[in-house]
């Protein structure tokens, strides 16, 4: 993985996206893990909405999260996405969420996603679709 | 509005519906209005999912809400709805949400929605629909 | 308002905020106004979280939104906040939410906050608060 | 895990939770899976609102989910919540969604938790929570 380009991005934790916990509801990294790997996708050169556009939505098939530190209202928080498998039928990729200003590391993710034809079966993946991902140098 | 019927839905505020001030985040109560209009359309006789599959959406044109005394995790939550408009092109229900084991209001709130055509333009609403609707009385 | 400065927000529709209508839902608008308040206060010289920490916390006592035009995935969305009323014991900030690119008017929300002391009633604003909020030369 | 009991829940899937491949967003199922473990505990004879007034928060620390075929609006839906381990510093509840009519299964689940003291530090869970939970008959 270390060899692998990882794409960042930047956004500050809203408001509702804590709980009375006073932190970072659990759930809302998905959500972040999903805003990291749209824009990874659109870092090389497609947006995840064309590629949907195309009839090739990516659906999440499986997800795991490791939670170390809470991240807390107005954090400045830095998701890192690296796309680590990218086989005929599906592709991975591993997340590192930080604290942006501290570099503190608050949680890990990965997400396996598939490809999905109309009627919501889980196709190969087409082959520019492929070639376009490939291009990060993944396999 | 005190002739027409209404309909009541109960249910328990999750975490993830809470924010660091310890209360339900003000976003989510139109959620909780959206389940009530749900249930009373189905006390109607038809689920708001088939009014879609018969290609009438209804999306919300208009919200108002007032906020009157927070909701806290875990309190059992009721909502009331009666449709108070039913007029060619929209329609408006009124909400009261209140704490189900204390009586207490919590907030109350209105909605108005259009019935859309396949490309999103604001349609006359369907005689079977306005039909259906107007079974509650309401004009 | 129009004399008064705004501040203005821009950002992109996540996919979790969309449904199955293929637009954004409504209740995530009141999270985006929240957004571009936090954001508002931040250029006046003192972040929200910093007013909270202080023992000012400031709740949402009404909300009214009216919706334009749908938002969709992946659009670049433009909220533009004006704090239109400042009173002894409510402020209200007007809102207007456009697509960036196109300028289209997607919405328009208006919400009344009040402060709250640590037993959640309403009191007089903090002068200091209202110093900090008045250098916006609302009245 | 099949000596061991579990608990059910069932609710509708409501309209903000899907997304515009129009089905449900996969980060709510952690929501889900919350809510059923809430109430598993509750099942035992306290509320997990009074675990945390008693000073004993659990924090999600991992989670793992598996997406076997897309839950839609207005389905109804079933939580089968079961703790499957209570060690001395954390306890893993393992979750199957299932579409509550027809059986079928939408996704499978674990999470584990932590107990926290009021710093944010894990800390053994205590003996009478602990004497609470053994109460499934878990180890």
Do not use: N
């Not at 999440?60 to 490791?66: G, K, M, P, Q, T």
């Not at 592709?91 to 996603?113: C, K, M, N, P, W």
Request: charged content about 25%; glycine content about 8%.
């Amino acid at each position: 993985m270390a060899d692998l380009p990882s794409h960042h991005i930047e956004f500050r934790v809203r408001y509702g996206e804590t709980d009375r916990m006073g932190v970072v509801y659990h759930a809302e990294y998905l959500a972040w893990c999903e805003m990291g790997r749209t824009e990874y996708i659109r870092s090389l050169g497609m947006s995840y909405a064309e590629m949907e556009r195309r009839g090739v939505p990516l659906a999440v098939a499986e997800a795991s999260l490791r939670y170390h530190a809470p991240a807390k209202y107005d954090d400045l928080i830095r998701v890192s996405t690296v796309l680590t498998r990218l086989g005929s039928r599906g592709l991975t990729f591993d997340y590192v969420i930080t604290h942006a200003e501290s570099g503190q590391r608050l949680a890990s993710a990965s997400t396996t996603l598939v490809a999905l034809d109309p009627s919501g079966r889980a196709i190969t993946i087409p082959a520019d679709i492929r070639a376009l991902l490939g291009g990060s140098g993944v396999r």
